[in-house]
């Protein structure tokens, strides 16, 4: 049985969508006979923070989840990662070899109270990712706190990135990667290389799976980002940023990479003695700002003298615990250098948006009436 074949059948946990809390999380740890509480701590509104330990092994690493709390993606990767080290009967040689090699801290939700509000800040409207130098809020000083105690060999700063983010070859960014900087110069120091270099070994076995939608991040160095003051303390961090895949608006193919990648992070997949070459990594491209949701080409409106392109990206709103997708004008130009992850000809007809005939930039798209037939696009 392939890794493929077996993560559809016995390693893809029953979470699925894009909200994600605790209520979601703890049965699974519970019932999981490989995983110890190592502690848990509480957020700013005093919920419970679990820190679990899996393994034993001397390699040390510390891992965190829904930092932003409307990024869940690797939070249910992380979730089909645990089932695959619970279960009892495929592969049980690697994960021996990766119980007694490693020793996984990990906070599945470091902000839950972002998480159950689908926010990107916590609950005193603070982004914890420009929160590491401060460390004015709870979960932040819990994560310093966790990073001093454990004192991990590597770190793993796991995110979501939006549908905004392509590369050159006009392909959509479905994971990204950064080994973040130790100061402002970029410098390429030992700890970089470390991360670096496993980025490299992920990134080699997903081109598998999205051949060209691999992509890293800009390596600007803020000392307010986790991932950089941790990398400057010396510690090899990679910063994870699950992204878009084709018509995957809930990330359940995207969740999936993440899996594999993670197996051949943890030698799970691979030969852990292979040396790892980080000059490879400077050969990902750099993600671009090169997507829209939806784009209208050749469209006739009214204040228009020429025919044009609407950009529509979806807002994410939480509407009776469900995520729904708000279509919302964003720009009206020739939109040359972007791609839609949709793209709808209009064959120059004149349009009109929510039955009016000039286009509002922000505003929520219900209908396109085609002017002069009966064609009309219904956004539901």
């Given at each position: 049985?392939?890794?493929?074949?077996?993560?559809?059948?016995?390693?893809?946990?029953?979470?699925?969508?894009?909200?994600?809390?605790?209520?979601?999380?703890?049965?699974?740890?519970?019932?999981?006979?490989?995983?110890?509480?190592?502690?848990?701590?509480?957020?700013?509104?005093?919920?419970?923070?679990?820190?679990?330990?899996?393994?034993?092994?001397?390699?040390?690493?510390?891992?965190?989840?829904?930092?932003?709390?409307?990024?869940?993606?690797?939070?249910?990767?992380?979730?089909?990662?645990?089932?695959?080290?619970?279960?009892?009967?495929?592969?049980?040689?690697?994960?021996?070899?990766?119980?007694?090699?490693?020793?996984?801290?990990?906070?599945?939700?470091?902000?839950?109270?972002?998480?159950?509000?689908?926010?990107?800040?916590?609950?005193?409207?603070?982004?914890?990712?420009?929160?590491?130098?401060?460390?004015?809020?709870?979960?932040?000083?819990?994560?310093?706190?966790?990073?001093?105690?454990?004192?991990?060999?590597?770190?793993?700063?796991?995110?979501?990135?939006?549908?905004?983010?392509?590369?050159?070859?006009?392909?959509?960014?479905?994971?990204?990667?950064?080994?973040?900087?130790?100061?402002?110069?970029?410098?390429?120091?030992?700890?970089?290389?470390?991360?670096?270099?496993l980025i490299v070994k992920m990134s080699n076995?997903?081109?598998?799976?999205?051949?060209?939608?691999?992509?890293?991040?800009?390596?600007?160095?803020?000392?307010?980002?986790?991932?950089?003051?941790?990398?400057?303390?010396?510690?090899?961090?990679?910063?994870?940023?699950?992204?878009?895949?084709?018509?995957?608006?809930?990330?359940?193919?995207?969740?999936?990479?993440?899996?594999?990648?993670?197996?051949?992070?943890?030698?799970?997949?691979?030969?852990?003695?292979?040396?790892?070459?980080?000059?490879?990594?400077?050969?990902?491209?750099?993600?671009?700002?090169?997507?829209?949701?939806?784009?209208?080409?050749?469209?006739?409106?009214?204040?228009?003298?020429?025919?044009?392109?609407?950009?529509?990206?979806?807002?994410?709103?939480?509407?009776?615990?469900?995520?729904?997708?708000?279509?919302?004008?964003?720009?009206?130009?020739?939109?040359?250098?972007?791609?839609?992850?949709?793209?709808?000809?209009?064959?120059?007809?004149?349009?009109?948006?929510?039955?009016?005939?000039?286009?509002?930039?922000?505003?929520?798209?219900?209908?396109?009436?085609?002017?002069?037939?009966?064609?009309?696009?219904?956004?539901?």
């Amino acid at each position: 049985m392939t890794i493929e074949e077996a993560y559809q059948s016995y390693f893809l946990a029953p979470v699925k969508g894009r909200y994600i809390t605790l209520k979601d999380v703890m049965p699974l740890i519970k019932n999981n006979s490989e995983i110890v509480i190592y502690k848990t701590v509480v957020s700013e509104k005093g919920k419970e923070i679990p820190v679990l330990k899996i393994g034993n092994g001397a390699k040390k690493v510390l891992a965190w989840s829904q930092m932003h709390g409307n990024e869940s993606t690797t939070t249910k990767a992380v979730l089909d990662f645990l089932k695959f080290i619970d279960q009892k009967e495929l592969f049980q040689k690697e994960k021996k070899h990766f119980l007694s090699t490693y020793t996984l801290y990990l906070v599945p939700i470091l902000n839950p109270d972002g998480a159950e509000a689908y926010t990107r800040e916590n609950a005193n409207k603070v982004d914890l990712n420009r929160d590491a130098l401060n460390l004015t809020q709870k979960e932040s000083q819990h994560l310093h706190d966790l990073f001093n105690e454990i004192k991990p060999a590597l770190c793993l700063n796991l995110h979501d990135q939006r549908t905004i983010y392509g590369l050159d070859n006009n392909k959509t960014a479905t994971i990204s990667f950064l080994a973040p900087s130790a100061d402002k110069d970029r410098t390429i120091t030992k700890a970089r290389q470390t991360a670096m270099g496993l980025i490299v070994k992920m990134s080699n076995v997903l081109q598998k799976y999205i051949p060209g939608q691999i992509g890293r991040y800009d390596d600007s160095f803020n000392i307010n980002c986790v991932g950089d003051r941790f990398t400057a303390s010396g510690v090899p961090t990679i910063l994870f940023e699950a992204g878009h895949y084709q018509n995957d608006y809930q990330r359940e193919k995207t969740r999936e990479y993440i899996f594999y990648a993670f197996l051949e992070l943890f030698d799970i997949t691979s030969e852990g003695n292979k040396a790892l070459d980080y000059n490879g990594y400077f050969g990902i491209p750099e993600n671009k700002k090169n997507f829209w949701d939806i784009i209208l080409r050749n469209a006739q409106v009214e204040q228009e003298k020429d025919s044009v392109s609407i950009a529509i990206q979806y807002k994410e709103e939480l509407i009776n615990k469900k995520i729904q997708l708000i279509p919302i004008i964003k720009e009206v130009s020739g939109l040359m250098n972007y791609n839609g992850h949709k793209e709808i000809d209009l064959c120059y007809e004149e349009i009109l948006i929510n039955s009016q005939q000039k286009v509002v930039i922000n505003e929520e798209v219900l209908t396109i009436h085609y002017k002069n037939n009966a064609k009309e696009i219904i956004f539901q």
